[in-house]
Structures are given as structure tokens and as C-alpha cells.
């Protein structure tokens, strides 16, 4: 069976920073473009950043530009999303997905984690 | 970036309804918009990817379409598991904006 399976996520002070990871299994990460996509409490979908196949190509919303970095680990079959300088409207439920290889529709979500920013 | 505007916010059905929701991308984004659902508490599900082609598994009451910029979800004799809230999403340009969404509610 095809999953992510995420890990990291919790709570951090204000301009703290935390470590999100996304690990597959059934399938080989590396042979997709994976994006993170988060949920504010109560709040609609926002796409948060991409990369694609082999690492070299990285895509981020502006709000979050310069303070989060997507990054893959080939090797161990996973990808992490490294956030930084947080505030409070970085809080909500974050997801790893998998864009399907022809239609670009994300067809395979983890499971979420929550980040929570306060002091 | 490119903004997607989806309307309505939310909409009251009763089962057996037939339910439009429509995203309109601000720029040309060729056919790649994709159409999940998620309901409370839980993962968003992609239902339509590249404007209509209907993933593996979703029933054949949910279709999409695309006239130039603007893009249709169209649900077909809603059931009561279709209440939930349903996003558009563009792919052609980083950043791969959502649209607002849409809450369909029980009638």
C-alpha cells in the first residue's frame, strides 16, 4: 500500500523553529514532485512550497519564503519541510503530498501534523 | 500569482440534488485544476484532476468541465457523503493556489 507518513510538528515559541518529515512507502518518492500544504485552524488549503524529482527545482509561497526550506533525503525515502523564524499565522495542520505523475492532481496525502506557535 | 476565485462559500442541498461549484483562475491555466474534498477532520481527497478526469474509485456523480478560465464541479444526485467542503487547486504556476472553498450543507 502507497503512504506518507508524517512526523515532527508541535508546539514552538514564536520565532522558534521545527522540523517536519515525510516518509513513503509502496512507492519511491523520488520519482514525484511532493508539495506541503497547510490548514489554519477553521481555514481553507494553502499551498506552501513543492520540489520536484530530483531536489533541484524548489517553489515556495511568498509568505513563507526564506524562512522554510524543502529538502529531500534520497536515500531514506523521505522529505522534510524545515521551518523557521515561526509566528502565529504559521499555526495549523500541515501535509506532505504527492502530485500524480501525468495529471498534477495531488493524489496521495499524509496523514497531517499540527504545528502550534505560542509563547 | 495566479488567484482562483470559487463560489459559492457554501451551499444548502438536499440529497438527490444536482450541486455546481465553479473556480475561475485570474491568468490561462491551460487545463490543470484539480478538485478535492475533505471532510471534517479529515484528509483532503482528490476527486477531478486536469479539469475532468475523475480519479479511480470516485463515484460517476462528480464530473468536471472547463470553459477557458473558468472551471466546474458538478455533483450529481448528492448523497448524504457528500456533504463536505471542496477546494479547486491550479497546478500550472508555482505557487499551486486553492481556491476558498465550498461547505455543501444539508438542506
Known amino acids: 500500500e502507497e503512504q506518507l507518513v508524517q512526523s515532527g510538528g508541535g508546539l514552538v515559541q514564536p520565532g522558534g523553529s521545527l522540523r517536519l518529515s515525510c516518509v513513503a512507502s509502496?512507492?519511491?518518492?523520488?520519482?514525484?514532485?511532493i508539495s506541503w500544504v497547510r490548514q489554519a485552524p477553521g481555514k481553507g488549503l494553502e499551498w506552501v512550497a513543492h520540489i520536484n524529482e530530483d531536489g533541484l527545482r524548489k517553489g515556495y509561497v511568498d509568505s513563507v519564503r526564506g524562512r522554510f526550506t524543502i529538502s529531500r533525503d534520497t536515500g531514506k525515502n523521505s522529505l522534510s519541510l524545515q521551518l523557521s523564524s515561526l509566528n502565529s499565522a504559521d499555526a495549523g495542520v500541515y501535509y506532505c503530498?504527492?502530485?500524480?505523475?501525468?495529471?498534477?492532481?495531488?493524489?496521495?496525502w499524509g496523514q497531517g501534523t499540527l504545528v502550534s506557535v505560542s509563547s | 500569482d495566479i488567484q482562483m476565485t470559487q463560489s459559492p462559500s457554501s451551499v444548502s442541498a438536499s440529497v438527490g440534488d444536482r450541486v455546481t461549484i465553479t473556480c475561475r483562475a485570474s491568468q490561462d491555466i491551460d487545463k490543470w485544476l484539480a478538485w478535492y474534498q475533505q471532510k471534517p477532520g479529515k484528509v483532503p481527497q482528490l476527486l477531478i484532476s486536469?479539469?475532468?478526469s475523475l480519479q479511480s474509485g470516485v463515484p460517476s456523480r462528480f464530473s468536471g468541465s472547463r470553459s477557458g478560465t473558468h472551471f466546474t464541479l458538478t455533483i450529481s444526485n448528492l448523497q448524504p457523503e457528500d456533504f463536505a467542503t471542496y477546494y479547486c487547486q491550479q497546478a500550472h504556476w508555482a505557487p499551486d493556489t486553492f481556491g476558498q472553498g465550498t461547505k455543501v450543507e444539508i438542506k
Open positions: 486536469a479539469a475532468s
Open positions: 509502496g512507492f519511491t518518492l523520488s520519482s514525484h514532485w
Open positions: 503530498a504527492r502530485t500524480a505523475l501525468y495529471d498534477k492532481g495531488l493524489d496521495l
